[in-house]
Structures are given as structure tokens and as C-alpha cells.
């Protein structure tokens, strides 16, 4: 069995979407959503599923007696970056070799790093004139964005398109393969 735990900063749709993927999935369980943020809705979201949730601060996410207890308590062994905004400490990626993935709303190594995030991505996009974007999950590694890449989906941005247009394109590719390419991970199928 494969348990779970998602990081996540906001709103949580990728969250959502990704616990009721695998609701009855006899060898992948979303053990624990965890946030740094106390409002994030992704929290009420994953209570709602019936998911154990923690709010662990950013001071507390840095030290390790904290929160690798949390982790080791619910026997994770593998970690999903949804919309988490903060910076994965070593301990965390020494502790969970190639079991730390992230998804960033653009094609790497296009738009990542320090303060690339959100709509900061897609109106970077958009300035561009890029006639494509898309999504891109990869292994954590201790630079921003800069894991190795483990696959990438795109889709057409046209020069009517608005940043907010982008998003949402962007977005679609999220909700349609995030929660299949977890699970082609974990069953090593990429």
C-alpha cells in the first residue's frame, strides 16, 4: 500500500480531485492532507472526503521533530506537491528520495523558479506570445522547479487568449492527468 500525503497552500481543487481518484483504490490511500496555511480550503475540502488534515506553519515545516513525526505516524511513503508554496527542506527530500512530486502550472524549465507560482505563471505566458503551455509533474529536488522532469502535457494558447483563458486551459490538463500520472508513478508505469 502506497499512503499518501498531499501538501497544499489554497483553494485545493487539485487536492480534491486527486482523493476522490483514489477513494477505492485497494493500493493507493490519501493518508493526510497537510498545509501551511490555517484558511487554506484545500483543509475543508479533504475534511469534507473524510482525509485527516494538519496546519503545519512554515517555522514548524523547517523542523524536522515536528514534521516528520506527522509523517511517520501515518506510514507515508510518498508526497504530492499540490499548489504547496513552500520551500521543500532537505530532510524532507533526503527522507523521501524520488517519493516528492510537484506539479507547476508551465512547461519546464519555461516559467519556474522563485516567485513563479499561479497567475504570476500564466501572465508570463501570456507577455511571452508562447503559442503553448501546459502542466509539468516532476521529482523535488532542493532547487525550485528544478527536479527532474517526469512528463509534461500541453495545450494551444492563442494571442486572444487572456492570462485568465490560460489558466484555465491549464487547469483542465490538471484535473484530466495529475491524478492518473500519481498513479502511473507509484506503479513505476513512468
Known amino acids: 500500500m502506497t499512503n499518501i500525503a498531499i501538501f497544499v497552500s489554497g483553494n485545493g481543487t487539485n ?14 490511500n490519501i493518508r493526510l492532507v497537510l498545509s501551511n496555511k490555517a484558511d487554506a480550503y484545500a483543509l475543508v475540502r479533504a475534511q469534507k472526503l473524510g482525509i485527516k488534515t494538519y496546519v503545519v506553519p512554515k517555522a514548524e515545516f523547517n523542523t524536522p521533530s515536528h514534521l516528520m513525526p506527522i509523517l511517520q ?17 532537505d530532510f524532507l527530500i533526503k527522507a523521501f528520495p524520488h ?25 508570463a505566458v501570456k507577455a511571452s506570445g508562447d503559442t503553448e503551455t501546459g502542466m509539468t509533474v516532476h521529482w523535488v529536488s532542493p532547487e525550485i522547479d528544478g527536479g527532474e522532469i517526469i512528463v509534461q502535457y ?18 483542465r490538463l490538471e484535473m484530466e492527468y495529475f491524478p492518473q500520472t500519481i498513479e ?4 513505476g508505469q513512468l
Open 154 to 171: 500541453k495545450t494551444p494558447v492563442s494571442p486572444s487568449d487572456t492570462a485568465d483563458d490560460i489558466a484555465a486551459k491549464e487547469h
Open 184 to 187: 502511473k508513478i507509484i506503479k
Open 99 to 123: 517519493r516528492i512530486i510537484n506539479l507547476h502550472p508551465a512547461l519546464l524549465p519555461k516559467y519556474g523558479g522563485k516567485g513563479m507560482w499561479g497567475h504570476h505563471v500564466h501572465e
Open 15 to 28: 487536492c480534491e480531485n486527486i482523493i476522490r481518484y483514489f477513494e477505492n483504490s485497494a493500493d493507493i
Open 73 to 89: 505516524n501515518h506510514d507515508i511513503n510518498f508526497i504530492v506537491l499540490a499548489g504547496f508554496l513552500l520551500f521543500i527542506p
